[in-house]
């Protein structure tokens, strides 16, 4: 899912060959946060495309694979996160 989120930015993002692209994972006992920022442009909307396309997929797996996502427009570019969380309480010795 990470890869996907750096293929989008660098594919449909507007970034330049030269323009840098940050990579953020943030782990814990409850889940792990990713976040690509970088690029000018808003990624494509995460619909599905049609039944038997062979790409444009990506952000529409994204969204069903997370627990969480979402895409925001900053002074520092276009950042797209996905989070995927374990439920509270899931045996780490952590309360529900």
Not at 4 to 9: D, G, I, K, R, Y
């Amino acid at each position: 899912m990470a890869t996907e989120l750096v293929t989008n930015a660098v594919r449909h993002g507007g970034l330049a060959r030269s323009e840098a692209l940050d990579v953020v994972a943030e782990g814990s006992p409850r889940g792990v946060r990713v976040e690509v920022i970088g690029g000018r442009r808003p990624f494509p909307a995460p619909e599905p495309p049609p039944h038997l396309a062979t790409s444009g997929w990506g952000l529409y797996l994204v969204g069903r694979l997370s627990t969480r996502w979402g895409m925001f427009r900053g002074g520092n570019g276009t950042s797209v996160w996905f989070e995927i969380g374990s439920p509270a309480g899931s045996g780490r010795g952590e309360p529900g």
